[in-house]
């Protein structure tokens, strides 16, 4: 069969049509058209609105892309169509006489140009709230394009603020946040012992976060407040660079502490962070890097006697440094391969100083995180597949500066009285997540109208240590000296009287595994 080619090129809009075969001639009257929308380095556009609209007359097609940039419309009668892709970043693109021919399936990419985006007179048009009959499910989808220019933090869990209904730990009505289920890039990222979102990526890592619930389908599973769902960027054929640096500093700030208030203020705090993407393999293999470098302290007030406000010359100190890299491959038309690597560090020097327990109570952390996805999807008229693999490694240490050996000293007496010597416990934990998922999607004719097929399943299995010790495996709790009402910590001679104190211990290893599959 003969091919042929129809191209048209707008200001803003690069169209290629490529009609079908005709195989599908015998069976059916209509045709359909199906499409990407990316940018004109190649990169999918997330979220467009796609309006297709007959010249005739008659109700409009509506539908968004996916993940992918992929959209379709089926059941439509030949003739003349006006197709529209539009999405906050970019010009609107019209394509305004596009031929459908009976029994034809038709091909477009829709190539979108990137337009600046100004806050200055914001007029907002809107309809009546639209129900989709087809699903119960409730969701929200943010674009980082939509909503770069709004005030938010600076990690994705700040973005779900946006969502009407919705908070960090509580969405539509749920329960809390550990309850809800964190995806990223499709792989679970909860804490397999106590739930909740154990590694929080960087605002800079995502390109869109998708919240789910009340009444999402079958194929979404281990929650019962709500979906998080966070998708990391993706390069394309154009090279791309960003450095972001914040400072906070002492100078610019105030204290809102009050004599014998107990509590802690940020002093200082620097944020580097930078990404990196573009292509390897022009049309076939990109790559995506970030990384992330926060240190900031916070100064703790002195209670024990003092009438005024006087700050500890110690502080606590945070860091936190993680790092992100992703290839994605595309070995041909309709199939993605994407394979991400990461990792995090944290640290905190004299974690849980406090205005009244001595410097040598407090604590060091030192927390270390790696992840990892592999996920590749394949897609044709309409049906696709997808399939992931991916999961975590995690340490975390809180442990003592005067080590295991050493026991804790605290005064025992009425009200609450110094610590010295070391802290009470050392922590160790350890939690591990691997998980698998596969889907497989059909849509067809049925019936008189367009049926959805959908089958997939996924295991997690998952571990967790837990190991809480007494430093010394017991803490020291001299009474004070009746007559001077004091103790010299270092000096024994000056413990008049001695108590001890055992127990608080955990020695907990606990495994997971969670495993379902739905139709």
């Given at each position: ?52 609209a007959s010249t005739t007359g008659g109700a409009a097609h509506e539908d968004t892309t996916d993940t992918r940039g992929v959209f379709r419309f089926t059941s439509l009668p030949q003739g003349i169509y006006r197709l529209t ?81 919705a908070h960090r730990g509580f969405v539509w009505g749920g329960a809390g946040d550990a309850a809800n289920n964190y995806l990223l890039d499709g792989i679970p990222v909860n804490h397999p012992g106590v739930g909740g979102d ?151 020097e004299r974690a849980d100083l406090n205005g009244i327990d001595a410097t040598q109570a407090s604590r060091q952390v030192h927390e270390r995180t790696t992840f990892y996805s592999l996920g590749w999807a394949g897609e044709k ?139």
């Amino acid at each position: 069969m003969k091919r042929h080619f129809v191209s048209a090129t707008l200001a803003c809009l690069a169209i290629c049509v490529i009609p079908g075969r005709g195989a599908t001639q015998a069976r059916t009257t209509n045709g359909s058209l199906s499409g990407v929308v990316a940018t004109e380095s190649g990169v999918p556009v997330a979220g467009a609105s796609v309006r297709l609209a007959s010249t005739t007359g008659g109700a409009a097609h509506e539908d968004t892309t996916d993940t992918r940039g992929v959209f379709r419309f089926t059941s439509l009668p030949q003739g003349i169509y006006r197709l529209t892709a539009r999405k906050i970043g970019f010009r609107e693109a019209t394509l305004y006489s596009l031929r459908l021919v009976t029994a034809q399936n038709v091909d477009v990419r829709v190539a979108l140009t990137a337009s600046a985006t100004q806050l200055s007179t914001v007029t907002v048009r809107t309809s009546s709230v639209t129900i989709d009959a087809t699903t119960a499910e409730l969701s929200q989808k943010i674009s980082i394009e939509e909503v770069k220019q709004v005030p938010m933090g600076r990690d994705a869990a700040s973005l779900v603020e946006l969502v009407p209904g919705a908070h960090r730990g509580f969405v539509w009505g749920g329960a809390g946040d550990a309850a809800n289920n964190y995806l990223l890039d499709g792989i679970p990222v909860n804490h397999p012992g106590v739930g909740g979102d154990l590694l929080t990526p960087g605002i800079d890592w995502v390109e869109s976060l998708e919240v789910k619930g009340l009444g999402a389908g079958a194929e979404y599973g281990s929650f019962q407040g709500g979906i998080i769902s966070a998708v990391t960027k993706t390069g394309g054929n154009k090279r791309l660079g960003a450095l972001h640096v914040n400072y906070i500093s002492p100078m610019l700030t105030s204290s809102n502490i009050q004599p014998q208030e107990e509590g802690a203020e940020q002093t200082t705090r620097t944020e580097v962070s930078g990404e990196a993407r573009g292509p390897i393999a022009r049309d076939r293999l990109f790559y995506f890097v970030t990384g992330q470098l926060i240190r900031h302290d916070l100064h703790v007030p002195r209670i024990r006697g003092a009438s005024e406000i006087i700050f500890r010359e110690d502080k606590q100190d945070f860091s936190d440094l993680r790092g992100l890299a992703k290839l994605t491959f595309l070995p041909g038309l309709g199939s993605r391969v994407d394979l991400l690597v990461g990792s995090a560090r944290n640290d905190v020097e004299r974690a849980d100083l406090n205005g009244i327990d001595a410097t040598q109570a407090s604590r060091q952390v030192h927390e270390r995180t790696t992840f990892y996805s592999l996920g590749w999807a394949g897609e044709k008229p309409g049906s696709k597949l997808e399939a992931r693999v991916g999961g975590f490694n995690s340490t975390e240490s809180k442990l003592g500066y005067g080590g295991d050996n050493v026991p804790g000293i605290q005064i025992f007496s009425v009200g609450r009285q110094p610590a010295f010597q070391n802290s009470a416990f050392n922590e160790r934990l350890a939690p591990k997540s691997i998980s698998g998922n596969v889907k497989w999607e059909k849509q067809h004719h049925f019936a008189g109208g367009e049926n959805r097929f959908l089958i997939g399943g996924d295991i997690t299995r998952g571990s967790w240590t837990n190991e809480k010790t007494r430093n010394g495996g017991l803490t020291w709790r001299p009474y004070p000296n009746p007559t001077t009402g004091a103790f010299d910590p270092a000096d024994a001679k000056s413990w008049v009287e001695v108590a001890s104190e055992w127990g608080g211990e955990i020695h907990l290893k606990s495994r997971i595994q969670e495993q379902s599959g739905f139709v």
